[in-house]
């Protein structure tokens, strides 16, 4: 079965680097695209970032451009989101999901509180 | 950017039909695809491509899509489909989510 484990998670001062990792299992990893989703406490799911299955590809959304990176290591069947500069509303749970035009697949999540 | 519309909530009396709407710009063009968020738990996709149904989704959750509406549709509501819902597109190479709706079950 599919398996997402994100990681990485913690408590950052604003202004500070965060990198988290989503490692798979139960699927053919480098075969699909992935995204990272986060949902601030109390509030919505908002999209952050997707990357294509190979790599070739990644989009963000407006919130993160030019301070969060995605990318992932098909060798080990992980995707990472390279936070920078982080801000207090980056604070919220992070998942990653499988897929490209929909998210078939969620793992579990983790907390990111950016607070001082 | 395109943007998706979804009423902050929705209640139904148990075992009733319970019917969320998701707005956009002719979003009968595109595919729309919808989630469940149970409190506490990390979202499960429940409808993909306007109404398909991943295996393991019962068949009384269904989903339709038309004109300037897509619609997710749960038939004899029980206590456990008291959750959030998201609907979302794929647009311009984006992820785009509706804020979400809460049904709430009487």
């Known amino acids: 079965q599919v398996q997402l484990v994100e990681s990485g998670g913690g408590v950052v001062q604003p202004g500070g680097s965060l990198r988290l990792s989503c490692e798979a299992s139960g699927f053919t990893f480098s075969s699909y695209g992935m995204h990272w989703v986060r949902q601030a406490p109390g509030k919505g799911l908002e999209w952050v970032t997707a990357i294509w299955f190979d790599g070739s590809r990644t989009h963000y959304a407006d919130s993160v451009k030019d301070r969060f990176t995605i990318s992932r290591d098909n060798s080990k069947n992980t995707v990472y989101l390279q936070m920078n500069s982080l801000r207090a509303e980056d604070t919220a749970m992070y998942y990653c999901?499988?897929?490209?035009?929909?998210?078939?697949?969620w793992g579990q999540g983790t907390l990111v509180t950016v607070a001082s | 950017s395109y943007e998706l519309t979804q009423p902050l909530s929705v209640s139904v009396a148990l075992g009733q039909t319970a019917i969320i709407t998701c707005g956009g710009n002719t979003i009968g063009i595109k595919s729309v695809h919808w989630y469940q968020q149970r409190p506490g738990q990390a979202p499960v996709l429940i409808i993909y491509r306007d109404s398909n149904r991943p295996s393991g989704i019962p068949e009384r959750i269904s989903g339709s899509n038309s004109d300037n509406t897509a619609t997710l549709t749960i038939s004899g509501v029980q206590a456990g489909d008291e959750a959030d819902y998201y609907c979302q597109v794929w647009d311009s190479s984006a992820v785009i989510l509706g804020g979400g709706t809460k049904l709430t079950v009487l």
């Open positions: 999901a499988r897929g490209l035009q929909y998210l078939a697949d």
